[in-house]
């Protein structure tokens, strides 16, 4: 009887090993047959926006003001408690919900609020920062647009709020220059924060790997900078 749940203990370990290296082969397999291959390397950058990193998560980083948008207009600044008055750029993000209010540093990450995240079923939030330049540093990655591209980014996050309209998340910071507010989705293994950020990019029309469920996966075509 014994031996019988050893076995079963170790197929099913073996299986969830298994499961994992298939889930991590794809990401990697897709990062080598991307979307938009074919889009045009040395276009003339009309807005230069970047990727964000920290190693694990990414954002979007636009200017605050562009012909295209002003992003004080959609995340005012009475939203947030203190943000920089020098500040140059605006950092979306899209994530679970529990795990962006509970999780403000890693120290505060936990093996069951990851694993919850993972499992679903969590409404989504969007994560929204002014920086300044200076905060752009380690983990940024240059994404030059054209108006028509950057138009496309801007609807692509619109339309992540509910009915287009930012509904902040009343005393939820991280900081004095963050806010989060309502997001539609819901995060799960395949619908994570960077798949979310490839998916704006092939909408608009950049390179980027077919499925990007790690941050690696989302900046793999695109070129690391220092603002």
């Known amino acids: 009887m ?3 749940w050893l076995r079963r203990i170790v197929f099913t370990l073996l299986g969830f090993v298994a499961l994992v290296g298939l889930y991590v082969a ?3 397999a897709l990062v080598l047959w991307p979307a938009n291959a074919e889009a045009p390397k040395n ?3 009309e807005v230069q926006a970047w990727v964000l990193s920290n190693g694990v998560h990414t954002d979007y980083v ?3 003001r562009s012909a295209t948008v002003d992003w004080l207009q959609l995340f005012p600044l ?3 408690r203190a943000p920089p008055p020098d500040a140059e750029f605006i950092a ?3 994530g679970d919900r529990e795990f962006y209010l509970n999780t403000p540093t890693w120290s505060d990450l ?4 990851a694993l919850a995240a993972l499992a679903g079923g969590n409404r989504a939030l969007l994560h929204v920062s002014y920086l300044r330049r200076g905060q752009m540093g380690q983990g940024a990655f240059a994404l030059p647009l054209t108006q028509t591209q950057y138009a496309q980014l801007e609807a692509y996050v619109r339309a992540a709020l509910p009915s287009g309209r930012a509904t902040p998340i009343a005393g939820a910071h991280y900081d004095n220059q963050d806010a989060f507010y309502e997001a539609e989705g819901g995060y799960n293994l395949f619908e994570t924060c960077n798949t979310w950020t490839g998916r704006g990019l092939r909408q608009a029309g950049v390179t980027a ?3 990007t469920p790690f941050d690696f996966t989302v900046t793999w075509h695109l070129e690391p900078v220092r603002p």
């Open 43 to 45: 276009a003339v950058a």
């Open 209 to 211: 790997s077919r499925w």
């Open 110 to 113: 936990t093996a069951s609020r």
């Open 78 to 80: 009475k939203d947030f």
């Open 2 to 4: 014994a031996g019988r």
């Open 62 to 64: 636009f200017p605050i």
């Open 92 to 94: 979306i993000g899209w």
């Open 26 to 28: 794809t990401a990697c």
